[in-house]
Structure formats: C-alpha cells, structure tokens
C-alpha cells in the first residue's frame, strides 16, 4: 500500500506539470487575433527586384488574410522584448521587393515577432507600420552613396551599434572628431 501512496500522487504530479508546460509552451506561440484564420503564404522566401534599386529581400513568413490582404512578419530572437527601426525599415523593403516581383498588394503594416531566447518567455507580437516605398528607395539610394564614398555614413545613435559596424574605422577617418571612444 505504502508505494501506491507514494505513487499515485508522483504520477498526478507529473500529468499536472506535463500540463502546465503543455500551456506554457501553447501560450508563448499564439498568433495575434489579426492572423488568426490566415493563411501562411511564404516561408523564408526571397524576392530579388533591379529597378528603380537593387534589392534583394528575404521574407521570414507571409500570411494572407480572410480579405485577402498579404501580411509580412520578420521573426527576431532577442534577448530583450523590442522592435528597432531597422526591424520597420527590413520589413519595408520586403514589402517593396515582394510588391515588385509578385505584382500582389501587401499591407503598409506587419509584424515582428520577437522570441526572448527561452520556452517559458512569452513571444511578443508587435504590430508596426511601414514606411513609404519612396523611403526605402531614398534610404537605399543613400547606402549606395555611403558605400562609394560619395557621401559620408552617419553617426548611430548609439555607440553600441557603431561598435558593432564594419565601416567603423572609415567614419573615425573622415569624421576624427567623433563623439564615441572607438577605443572600448
């Protein structure tokens, strides 16, 4: 009698976690209320366009909604839960090059869905609008001049990410007066 005491409640234990990661794990992979009854259309699918720029764009996932309106979503694993402007203006330049090659309509606002590098940390869904096809035409048109040298690139915002850039020792040559300690 004494092991089925000992049994039976390590077994209602288990079932009763078992259960609890079941919602959890459930929990953390919702889709917004938006996206709900859509249909996943693309799946890491890219879209190369040649005029009026260059643009090569890899979509994470696209989803069709009951209008039939076309919805992207640009995945993130980061440690914290945020969206950073050039999460909008990745998604942007999705929207133009997938536009451009399919011909279909896509929302001027999408998704990012940021996963906090844990199961048991909530995946957040951040809806975002887009900027303007112009804007990413402007935005890349500039990154072409950087990049030969006819314009100068500018400062981050923060030091972290001019850190972290590779063209970080051209801009201390052209701008020495720089106001971040490339030195750390």
């Not at 049994?7 to 953390?28: C, D, E, F, H």
Request: aromatic letters at 8%; proline letters at 4%; hydrophobic letters at 40%.
């Amino acid at each position: 009698m004494d092991t089925w005491n000992e049994t039976v409640p390590g077994l209602v234990g288990a079932v009763i976690g078992w259960l609890g990661w079941r919602w959890l794990r459930q929990r953390s992979q919702r889709l917004p209320a938006q996206l709900k009854g859509a249909q996943r259309i693309w799946t890491e699918r890219e879209f190369v366009m040649d005029e009026p720029v260059r643009l090569v764009a890899r979509v994470d996932a696209a989803w069709r909604l009951e209008t039939g309106e076309i919805v992207l979503v640009e995945v993130k694993h980061r440690r914290h839960d945020r969206v950073h402007r050039s999460d909008v203006v990745q998604l942007s330049a999705q929207r133009l090059a997938a536009e451009a090659v399919t011909g279909e309509s896509i929302a001027p606002w999408g998704w990012v869905c940021v996963h906090r590098g844990r199961w048991w940390r909530r995946t957040r869904w951040h809806r975002v609008e887009l900027i303007t096809q112009g804007e990413v035409i402007d935005l890349m048109r500039r990154r072409e001049k950087v990049l030969e040298g006819v314009m100068p690139a500018c400062r981050a915002a923060t030091p972290g990410v001019c850190q972290a850039c590779e063209w970080r020792e051209r801009c201390a040559e052209v701008a020495p007066e720089s106001r971040w300690n490339w030195s750390r």
